[in-house]
């Protein structure tokens, strides 16, 4: 994978991480009112890594990471790990 595509992608499984666990927070206590709002941004979040980063994750993870979100977050890590070893030093 060239450079700049590389780092385009670390760069975006770290926003989708940074932005899973602002979420974490309002979806574990799972009650009030914006938790079905949670739940929706979080559905797009790993709607999202599915698309950018098709060789990340399978359609099986995806669907797991639904309704799991340290599985999801497992699979961002490993995917900025893969990520960053691939960067040439």
Known sequence: MEKAKRQERLESAEEIRFAALYLQERLMRGDGAGFPEARREY???????????????????????????????VLVEGAIQAYRRESPS
Do not use: K, M, S
Request: proline share 3%; charged share 35%.
């Open 43 to 73: 559905g797009q979040l790993v709607e999202r890594f599915l698309r950018d980063h098709p060789d990340a994750i399978t359609e099986r993870q995806g669907r797991n990471a639904l309704e799991d979100l340290e599985y999801f977050l």
